[in-house]
């Protein structure tokens, strides 16, 4: 081959390739551009979450919330969802470690707030996002993490492309019952029952026992608030409060709350300084005097302490009381109902609830 063609094919073979590279150069810089201004690199573009769903076939809404999830996935062209119904012999705890077990990227609760917290305890410790889908009365923690509670598109929208977070959890344990009183059938007085929210001692469990089921499905958490009216003119307790390693305190109210954050339904926030990861529980005092006048102070005190206004008389016939602890040990006279997260764990004489910081992933909105 002459000389001269040699040296052209040559030139030909380095142009292509030059021009090869640089094609390739720009289209990474084009997809790097792209991902730098939408805050999403391109293998995360690529990434096909498998969505694993816990859900209650009991609620009138899980048809719609099921129907909603397969559509949107498969308009997103995300792997099939996986569905694990609830029991009543389990209400989520078995369920979401199977979707552990089975590969689940992120497990979403799609229930009620009996549902969501069945489904932590199987999630804690596990570093896998917990999604939730609220789908009951009260959505407690959705209500806390500011999530959707109506709209079942925008609450996936937060799942699939949300941030997550880590949060503590709270542990209550009935340490002794009123001689002859028998547990709820569902209730094992060795657990250390989980709460995401709030669990108390006295009128608060006494108003979340007495709620109408039907009631609860017609009104929401009104209901809550009809059942508690049964329960104005009822006796205070007298109970013993132990704040970590202080010396017991003893006190007449109506009710001891634990709170692990304590924003409730109705735009009631309970606990105001409370922080969901702060490795910390607030504790709230209850008490009123004075019949209904006792009752209508006390609501004053719970909106104005929402708004950031707190009440320095040193006299009050309705007022709660705030302290944080790690540990909390509560002792009736005579025994009280018990809730954690408004599942009712029967009458109790003696209540231990402590902090779990840091062991359970939620996803959250950006």
Same mark, same amino acid.
């Given at each position: 081959? &002459?000389?001269?063609?040699?040296?052209?094919?040559?030139?030909?073979?380095?142009?292509?390739?030059?021009?090869?590279?640089?094609?390739?150069?720009?289209?990474?810089?084009?997809?790097?551009?792209?991902?730098?201004?939408?805050?999403?690199?391109?293998?995360?573009?690529?990434?096909?979450?498998?969505?694993?769903?816990?859900?209650?076939?009991?609620?009138?809404?899980?048809?719609?919330?099921?129907?909603?999830?397969?559509?949107?996935?498969?308009?997103?062209?995300?792997?099939?969802?996986?569905?694990?119904?609830?029991?009543?012999?389990?209400?989520?705890?078995?369920?979401?470690?199977?979707?552990?077990?089975?590969?689940?990227?992120?497990?979403?609760?799609?229930?009620?707030?009996?549902?969501?917290?069945?489904?932590?305890?199987?999630?804690?410790?596990?570093?896998?996002?917990?999604?939730?889908?609220?789908?009951?009365?009260?959505?407690?923690?959705?209500?806390?993490?500011?999530?959707?509670?109506?709209?079942?598109?925008?609450?996936?929208?937060?799942?699939?492309?949300?941030?997550?977070?880590?949060?503590?959890?709270?542990?209550?344990?009935?340490?002794?019952?009123?001689?002859?009183?028998?547990?709820?059938?569902?209730?094992?007085?060795?657990?250390?029952?989980?709460?995401?929210?709030?669990?108390?001692?006295?009128?608060?469990?006494?108003?979340?026992?007495?709620?109408?089921?039907?009631?609860?499905?017609?009104?929401?958490?009104?209901?809550?608030?009809?059942?508690?009216?049964?329960?104005?003119?009822?006796?205070?307790?007298?109970?013993?409060?132990?704040?970590?390693?202080?010396? &017991?305190?003893?006190?007449?109210?109506?009710?001891?709350?634990?709170?692990?954050?304590?924003?409730?339904?109705?735009?009631?926030?309970?606990?105001?300084?409370?922080?969901?990861?702060?490795?910390?529980?607030?504790?709230?005092?209850?008490?009123?005097?004075?019949?209904?006048?006792?009752?209508?102070?006390?609501?004053?005190?719970?909106?104005?302490?929402?708004?950031?206004?707190?009440?320095?008389?040193?006299?009050?016939?309705?007022?709660?009381?705030?302290?944080?602890?790690?540990?909390?040990?509560?002792?009736?006279?005579?025994?009280?109902?018990?809730?954690?997260?408004?599942?009712?764990?029967?009458?109790?004489?003696?209540?231990?609830?402590?902090?779990?910081?840091?062991?359970?992933?939620?996803?959250?909105?950006?």
């Amino acid at each position: 081959m &002459p000389w001269e063609l040699t040296v052209g094919v040559s030139a030909l073979i380095i142009g292509v390739t030059a021009l090869v590279a640089a094609f390739l150069v720009l289209r990474r810089s084009r997809a790097r551009e792209r991902s730098e201004g939408t805050g999403v690199a391109p293998q995360e573009k690529t990434q096909r979450p498998q969505l694993a769903l816990v859900v209650n076939p009991s609620k009138e809404h899980t048809a719609h919330v099921v129907s909603t999830v397969r559509r949107l996935a498969a308009e997103a062209a995300l792997p099939a969802p996986r569905f694990y119904d609830t029991t009543k012999e389990d209400p989520g705890t078995g369920q979401s470690r199977q979707a552990l077990a089975d590969g689940a990227d992120v497990v979403v609760a799609a229930g009620g707030d009996g549902t969501v917290r069945a489904v932590a305890e199987g999630m804690v410790g596990s570093g896998v996002p917990m999604g939730i889908i609220p789908a009951g009365t009260g959505n407690l923690l959705a209500r806390n993490l500011d999530l959707p509670l109506t709209d079942v598109a925008e609450a996936l929208t937060i799942v699939l492309g949300g941030v997550d977070r880590t949060i503590d959890v709270g542990r209550a344990r009935i340490t002794e019952r009123p001689p002859g009183e028998e547990p709820p059938t569902d209730v094992d007085d060795d657990t250390a029952h989980i709460f995401l929210v709030i669990g108390g001692l006295g009128f608060d469990a006494a108003m979340v026992a007495d709620a109408d089921d039907q009631l609860k499905a017609r009104m929401g958490w009104v209901a809550y608030f009809l059942a508690g009216a049964r329960h104005l003119h009822g006796r205070r307790m007298r109970a013993t409060i132990t704040i970590d390693d202080t010396d &017991p305190v003893e006190a007449r109210l109506r009710s001891v709350m634990v709170g692990n954050c304590g924003r409730l339904p109705g735009g009631i926030t309970l606990l105001p300084d409370a922080v969901i990861d702060d490795g910390v529980l607030d504790v709230a005092a209850i008490d009123t005097r004075g019949g209904l006048a006792g009752w209508a102070q006390l609501f004053g005190e719970v909106v104005a302490q929402g708004m950031g206004v707190h009440n320095e008389a040193r006299i009050k016939i309705g007022r709660i009381d705030h302290t944080r602890a790690r540990r909390v040990q509560i002792r009736v006279d005579g025994g009280e109902q018990a809730q954690v997260d408004g599942d009712v764990l029967g009458k109790a004489v003696a209540m231990e609830t402590w902090v779990e910081p840091g062991v359970l992933v939620v996803r959250t909105a950006a």
